[in-house]
Nanobody, 123 residues
C-alpha cells in the first residue's frame, strides 16, 4: 500500500515536499516513482529512484525536483523547488518490483499506486 501526502496550494517559485509512505511489502527493494496528472491530461512520469538510489527525471523537472528515499522508514520523497504553474497536477507515487531502465517512464510498468496528492501552483 502506498500513501502520498504533502500537496497543497503554493505560489510560483515556492517549494513543496511530497511524501509517499509504503507499507505491506518490502518496498525498500522496489523502484519507486512519482507520476503526475494535470487537469484534462494523461498521467506522466516525473521521477524514479531505484532500490540502490539511482535516479531518473523527466526533462522539465531536472534541476528543480529531487527524488529520495528513506528505506529505514519506508518513505519516498519528492522535493519540488522553483515550482511553476505548469507543475499543477495530482501527484501519484508508484512502485515497481522489477523495471528496465529504458522503461522507467511507462506507467504500466509499475505494480502498485498510491491515491495521489494535489499540487496547485498559482502564478
Amino acid at each position: 500500500q502506498l500513501q502520498a501526502s504533502g500537496g497543497g496550494l503554493v505560489q510560483a517559485g515556492d517549494s513543496l515536499r511530497l511524501s509517499c509512505a509504503a507499507s505491506g511489502r518490502a518496498f525498500r527493494n522496489y523502484a519507486m516513482a512519482w507520476f503526475r496528472q494535470a487537469p484534462g491530461k494523461g498521467r506522466t512520469f516525473v521521477a524514479m529512484i531505484t532500490w540502490n538510489e539511482d535516479t531518473y527525471y523527466e526533462d522539465s523537472v531536472k534541476g528543480r525536483f529531487t527524488i529520495s528515499r528513506d528505506n529505514a522508514k519506508d518513505l519516498v520523497f519528492l522535493q519540488m523547488n522553483s515550482l511553476k504553474p505548469e507543475d499543477t497536477a495530482i501527484y501519484y507515487c508508484a512502485a515497481a518490483e522489477h523495471i528496465w531502465t529504458n522503461l522507467v517512464s511507462r506507467a504500466n510498468e509499475y505494480d502498485y499506486w498510491g491515491q495521489g496528492t494535489l499540487v496547485t501552483v498559482s502564478s
